[in-house]
């Protein structure tokens, strides 16, 4: 199946256009190219519909121009080869799920990277799109994020890249890199927030049916999706209790002693299998269920405290501070949808 990309009639000979260039290539993901295409065109038909004349104008680029297929059945058409002499606005650069071999086959992409990075705006990397910055040296003491299956790779073969495994997407002057796949649509929609502002951002967002819009400092994983990573019947058991009854006060050695272990014993294998510490999981649910309770009410602080499970609002603050780097009305104020 070959999509090709097309100028909504309402873009043309507007003013003020804002131009992004979605760059692919053989193997690309095409949820990373069609996600941000579909955030940019309904952001166009709610500017439309305010009066606004600015638009998106998106163009899908590729080292060589033509029908390009994915890493499904759905291929994307690019109408023109990557731009040389062009100013640039906004860049995005899809992954692929065999980037190593990507890398090899698209010298042409690196060298681009390298020489046009910095004349654009905004210039990001979607999932596994930032090993090409990185080995660019776009990167270099740069902090990046990526997808979390090979974060590690990222790191070992760019040492002087600073990896954030954890982070949704992360900003680090005119220089974007996002998690995986769908991470590529929240870094989307933060554009469409920065260029026309929350309001459009949350329309858009209502449209195509997204609960939430991520802030980027917010976790790849949810704690309830890790708890199905574990390999143990008993730490998943523990984690799914943990994670019903977080307002509760519990503390690590309530959960050592239900599972019949030691705390010693039970930090340990707990932290070996799920990858953070008991303490540290129990404050991530604790925020997860602060942040629905400040997303779906209107509720005050200290009862969105309780709520979660935290002694007191001001211990939340200082957990939304780590987690988010936003404090809990900041998180409200930010991505709250309104009716």
Not at 307 to 335: H, I, N, W
């Amino acid at each position: 199946m070959t999509v090709t990309a097309y100028e909504d009639q309402t873009t043309r000979r507007s003013t003020g256009d804002h131009k992004v260039h979605i760059v692919i290539y053989p193997g690309f993901k095409s949820l990373e190219a069609v996600g941000p295409i579909n955030v940019f065109a309904y952001a166009n038909r709610h500017l439309s519909l305010c009066g606004d004349p600015r638009r998106y104008e998106v163009s899908v680029v590729a080292p060589r121009a033509g029908v390009i297929s994915s890493d499904t059945f759905v291929s994307l058409e690019a109408s023109e080869c990557l731009p040389e002499a062009m100013p640039l606005s906004t860049v995005m650069i899809a992954g692929a799920i065999d980037i190593e071999n990507a890398l090899t086959r698209e010298p042409e992409l690196i060298d681009w990277c390298r020489r046009r990075a910095f004349d654009a705006n905004r210039f990001a990397a979607l999932c596994s799109g930032s090993f090409f910055l990185a080995a660019a040296g776009v990167l270099k003491e740069r902090r990046a994020t990526t997808h979390w299956s090979v974060a590690d790779l990222l790191q070992r073969r760019f040492p002087n890249v600073n990896v954030d495994a954890n982070a949704i997407f992360v900003q680090d002057g005119s220089i974007w890199t996002s998690a995986g796949v769908t991470a590529a649509i929240d870094l989307a929609l933060a554009f469409v927030e920065q260029d026309f502002g929350r309001n459009i951002a949350l329309d858009v967002a209502r449209d195509l049916v997204i609960y939430l819009k991520r802030p980027g400092g917010q976790s790849q994983f949810s704690t309830f999706l890790t708890s199905q990573m574990s390999s143990s019947p008993q730490m998943a058991e523990i984690k799914t209790w943990m994670l019903a009854n977080c307002e509760q006060p519990l503390t690590v050695p309530d959960m050592a002693s239900r599972a019949g272990m030691s705390v010693r014993s039970f930090s340990r294998q707990f932290a070996k299998e799920m990858g953070v510490t008991p303490a540290d999981c129990l404050e991530l649910a604790r925020c997860e269920r602060a942040v629905s309770t400040l997303l779906e009410t209107d509720l005050p602080m200290k009862t969105v405290a309780f709520k979660a499970g935290f002694g007191s609002d001001e211990l939340m603050r200082k957990a939304f501070v780590r987690r988010f780097s936003l404090t809990p009305r900041q998180y409200r104020e930010r991505f709250k949808t309104t009716a």
